[in-house]
């Protein structure tokens, strides 16, 4: 090419680049520390707080800001009261519902302090304190001379040390997650709260309206909100449920806004955002969406199938079901987005545009191809085998969904992890794991049916089965020949929860000498499992160095052409924000906001579409209150927004430019699901709750005039 012409063409990919770069200004979950990089953008977008309070975690509005472990929340009072969505205390209301008494179709709402429940075990509150760079620490004796077995061995050592010492201090959970594939590392620590209660939630016909069949889908009505409360013991430490535990006192909490969001108005979300792919390979999207995504999403739909088919007629099964039913349908419907995303936004050919641009600057200059050529060979061949693994590990997952199976599984696992000192231990069974393992293990009694399980398992098997018959487990296929279904069911003694506990204090020689057979089953599949583990423990050593090698390459390149650089979202705490705003597609427009009459058009009086009779009357007498938004005339339900977010956003707290509460994050766009994949300006919303559709329900429907007084809003007069 002439040399010229290569100048020319090198200037106009980075002119479009750059472009793409202005174009997608609220793309990225971006750290706290990253804030002074992008504070400026806030601001010129309606920020009106200082930037630089966004990097503080000991200061509002941060220090407001918890983790449910896998669901974000946030403190709205000086009481520890905590607003989440109504999607994330689901599992507790179902394990609270039975047949008589179904808070999950009638809602829950606590007269007093003595009224609140003990949330469903396993629930946790998790206060942020602290976030600091661990990086030289996790990769001490980290060397290219150790192979990927030894590598992985010497990441997970450094790790546990790291978390050991930090859960020195009491009631403290501590995590370090790895940033920028494995490139740098972050030590999280958080305060623990234990003793975690259920405070309210709307029926049915609000907190979920619209169900599956609006899931991920605009126009919504979906008043999907709910609170938790933290307790702690008298003397402020953190104990698990005790009479006598008090309310916890937050060091801040978000202040309700005295008025909601109009159409272009600046938002912030801040949570935990679980897990974005945006970073990995061409070959690895490729082979994500032609094999393995559409293999998950057949599980899913045939798992979602197959638990509706057993639970029909059986009011009591689907309450048992329920939690584990809405999830499974949840993520069937996303992957389902995944796969019509990627074919609709050309995510193959973008990643291969994008993949050969960053592979071509290496190659241009001798000393990156020798700083990163050989990383991303290595990665690479990784990445073949992994795709050449995690078809079979997917067939081999749906043993999982057999209840007593599994937990037998954990508890042989637990004791023979106990059998050396604990630091040697695997994650998830060290003793620091123990509560977490109760909490799981107790949980199953209010979502396991033997009857039911037996026919998921039965279907599982089908599915197992299916494997070349090199890769199914030969022992346990024929431990369960020997068995067979009617002894397997009859005969354990797991399905007791005071039995299945009592396991976690035996050693692995009272499990090989146990009659139960679904302990033989586990006894049966161990061997594979600490083969499999160890064969997955080598590939990801080996594709840990090469991938951070890998990524610190695309950083600097990314760098170098002006585009966003912030690490795929990991669990962590995250900042992103945007505009209020809608969306035109093909004939049709998307406007920011849905209302109350709108609510009222969907509503059948059936299945999902059955909206509470004390919402149906207000909403006709137009009894709104103070909560009407100026613009709409009428009261907003939900809101629409260009924040960037995902899985693990749920009940994140809505901010508007003062940093007060305007909403919870709740939902995308199936058109915008692909953005776990890649950030689309267009295609990218994420839909919220608004605070005013939140605070009517409160006052107008089901009379939380006490919560609404302790978040410092004042009850309207009822009508």
Known sequence: MNPNLKCLAEATAVALLLMVSAASAHEG??????TAEVGEAM???GLQIDPAQLLRLDADPLNAIVSLGGCSASFVSPQGLVVTNYHCVFGSIQYHSNDGQDYITDGFLAKSLGEELPAAPGSRIEVI????DVTADMLEGVSDELNGFDRYERLDRNRKALTAACEEQPNRRCNVESYYGGASYYLEQKLEIQDVRLVYAPALGLGSFGGETDNWMWPRHTGDFGFYRAYVAPDGSSRPYARDNVPYRPKSWLPIAREGVEEGDFVMVAGFPGATDRFLTADEVQFNFAHHEPLLHHLFSD???QINRATAGNREAQIRYASILRNVQNVEKKLAGDLAGADAIGLDARKTTDEKAYRDWIADDPARQARYGAAIRE????????SRSSLKSLRESVLERAKILSSARTLYRWAKEHEKPDEERESGFQDRDLNETVDRLTRIERSYLPDID???FEA???EYRRLDAEDRDTAFETALDQIGFDRLYADTKLADTATRLGWLEKPATAFEASDDPFIKLAIALYPGDIAADRTAKDRAGRGLTARATYMEGLRAYRQAIGRPVYPDANGSLRITWGKVTGRTRDGQVWTPFTTAEGLLAKHTGRGEFNVPDAAIAAIRAKDYGPYVAPVLGTLPVNFMSTVDITGGNSGSATLNGRGEFVGLAFDGTLEGAISDWAFDTDRTRAIHVDSRFMLWTMDKIDGASRL???????PASRS
Do not use: F, H, I, S
């Open 43 to 45: 601001r010129a977008d």
């Open 129 to 132: 304190e602290d976030v600091r």
């Open 29 to 34: 979950m971006w750290m706290p520390g990253q």
């Open 379 to 386: 990665l690479d061949a990784v990445v073949a085998e992994n």
């Open 303 to 305: 798992y979602a199938t």
């Open 460 to 462: 599982a098997l089908d």
């Open 708 to 714: 609404l007084k302790e978040m410092g809003v004042r």
């Open 454 to 456: 037996r026919k998921l």
